[in-house]
């Protein structure tokens, strides 16, 4: 992490405090800009296991799955086809349940400084960002008192698949609701309010090799 970033973003509700703290090291990868080569496959839980095998896509157009889920976005679209070419059995729709529940967990394990759970969903530069942001608050005597309230939507906004590395990428739009406050060391709320539902929005990228025999995906990055 460069030393010109001292500020961190966690999204979701999180006190002033917190999002200040988390922002600039989360939003420094989308995983997604013109720019970037695709990232080495690192897979973590994200998406739950299929139930029941699928009917194999056809080799060129968008499959009714992708389509649902691309919301006519004809570049989501052909990219989420693309990825299920690659792995049949990979559901676009199965795969924004699984990021819901990936998402209240990761947000979650955050507020609760829970690193074993961060450690399995984040990708490693992810990862010391939260880290970084609970040791802070920790050095600081803070505590945070949270409460999941809900994921009110869950869009994909981008997606992109490289055939040569079978790297896919989806970044998903969340708008999430909590209830979070911080108390100082007296158990002074700084910020926030206990009993006030906060509603936040934010991006954030999944990474996955399609084919691998782990099915799961890894956050690789927020961002706005």
Do not use: C
Not at 35 to 57: F, G, I, T, Y
Not at 65 to 77: C, K, L
């Amino acid at each position: 992490m460069s030393t010109g970033v001292i500020e961190l973003i966690i999204l979701a509700g999180i006190t002033v405090f917190l999002l200040l703290k988390l922002r600039g090291v989360l939003g420094t990868r989308t995983g997604l800009e013109e720019q970037q080569a695709p990232r080495a496959a690192q897979v973590e839980q994200a998406r739950p296991k299929r139930a029941a095998p699928v009917a194999p896509v056809e080799d060129e157009g968008v499959d009714p799955d992708s389509a649902t889920v691309a919301e006519g976005d004809a570049a989501i679209g052909e990219a989420l086809a693309a990825m299920r070419r690659a792995e049949p059995a990979f559901l676009p729709t199965e795969f924004i349940v699984g990021a819901r529940q990936a998402f209240e967990m990761i947000l979650m394990a955050f507020e609760h400084g829970d690193l074993d759970t961060l450690r399995q969903f984040l990708a490693p530069d992810v990862y010391q960002g939260f880290a970084d942001a609970i040791a802070a608050r920790k050095q600081a005597g803070y505590t945070v008192e949270s409460r999941f309230i809900g994921v009110r939507e869950a869009r994909v906004v981008a997606a992109r698949f490289d055939a040569g590395s079978r790297e896919a990428e989806i970044a998903i739009r969340f708008t999430g609701e909590l209830v979070s406050a911080v108390r100082d060391a007296e158990g002074n709320v700084v910020e926030g309010d206990p009993n006030d539902v906060r509603r936040e929005t934010d991006v954030w990228t999944f990474a996955r090799r399609m084919g691998a025999d782990d099915p799961n995906w890894l956050l690789i990055a927020t961002g706005e």
